[in-house]
């Protein structure tokens, strides 16, 4: 068996993802993605035309 380098991985695999998310030394930032963190400065004001 021959496994490549984590930057060729389909990120969106499920096989993937369940390998990942079932391993032991998953970082602890990766329960939480960037998309729901809060933001680190407030969002700038809606545009509105």
Known sequence: MTVLPAASW???DPQ???W???GADRPASSARS???APPSSPSPP???P
Do not use: E, F
């Open 34 to 36: 960037p998309c729901c």
């Open 46 to 48: 809606a545009w509105r």
């Open 10 to 12: 389909n990120v969106y």
């Open 20 to 22: 990942r998310l079932a």
């Open 16 to 18: 993937v993802i369940r």
